[in-house]
């Protein structure tokens, strides 16, 4: 296998993380990269102007998680092949970056996902109902997908071409596992490696650390999995 240094468009979908998102651009490996694209969607903190002057480009999109990662990838540039995910909230460590995007630029893999629950996780960065949700998915698919995950985690990278292929629905929280069950489906070449996680930087958590919203991330798994998972022809 020959290695290509494809480009690298960074997407993070950012909803009032005005303590955070400054740092994390700030830590973009400019050198590995093409852009970081923050998007915000109604932030009233001073996300976008943060993330501006940190170097991103920022764009806009209407609410939602999913919807937010869509405009993002929409958004990127067109000489971008490979789109990279990750939160604004400062919890995914980009000193892992190398080892999310070389099987894609080594032509080894068109989906690699990081996995929290197989890497460092700090005390406190994430609730027993995220592991439990991460294995108990992961178990579902092995057993009606014949694939491997052990976690929904949002740090992960796509080959630009296989992402246009799943044509990607799901506007809310349903959007990481949609991807992560039509990537099954249509066949992609799947890894799933070891991430480090961390607690947020600052400010507050918009799903896990809030009761009504988790349960609304919740039930949109179930609905994606129950959906997306059993739907057939969608290759
Ligand atoms: N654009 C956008 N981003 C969102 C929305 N909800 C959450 N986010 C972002 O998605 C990421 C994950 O959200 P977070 O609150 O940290 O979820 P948790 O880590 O599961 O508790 C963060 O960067 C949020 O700012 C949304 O509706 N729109
Ligand atoms: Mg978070």
């Known amino acids: 296998m020959e290695f290509v240094a494809l480009q690298v468009s960074i997407i993070i979908p950012a909803l009032?993380?005005?303590?955070?998102?400054?740092?994390?651009?700030?830590?973009?490996?400019?050198?590995?990269?093409?852009?970081?694209?923050?998007?915000?969607?109604?932030?009233?903190?001073?996300?976008?102007?943060?993330?501006?002057?940190?170097?991103?480009?920022?764009?806009?999109?209407?609410?939602?998680?999913?919807?937010?990662?869509?405009?993002?990838?929409?958004?990127?540039?067109?000489?971008s092949e490979i789109l990279v995910y990750m939160d604004g909230d400062g919890s995914d460590i980009i000193a892992d970056l190398p080892r999310l995007i070389g099987p894609i630029q080594w032509d080894e893999a068109d989906f690699v996902i990081g996995s929290r629950l197989r890497g460092k996780r700090e005390a406190g960065s994430m609730l027993a109902s995220q592991v439990f949700a991460g294995k108990f998915v992961g178990l579902l698919l092995r057993l009606f997908q014949g694939v491997t995950y052990t976690d929904m985690g949002p740090f992960r990278a796509i080959r630009r071409s296989s992402l246009n292929q799943l044509q990607m629905a799901e506007l809310t929280y349903g959007w990481n596992l949609e991807m992560q069950i039509k990537a099954a489906q249509h066949g992609l070449r799947i890894v799933e490696i070891p991430v480090d996680y961390r607690k947020r930087i600052g400010g507050e958590s918009k799903v896990s650390g809030d009761l009504k919203a988790s349960m609304k991330a919740a039930v949109r798994i179930l609905e994606v999995l129950v959906r997306v998972g059993t739907a057939r022809g969608s290759r």
């Open 16 to 79: 009032n993380e005005a303590e955070s998102i400054g740092h994390v651009v700030a830590e973009m490996p400019w050198h590995l990269i093409g852009e970081c694209v923050v998007v915000d969607n109604g932030s009233t903190d001073a996300t976008a102007a943060i993330a501006q002057a940190a170097g991103a480009r920022v764009v806009e999109s209407t609410r939602g998680y999913g919807a937010a990662c869509l405009a993002g990838s929409n958004a990127a540039l067109a000489t």
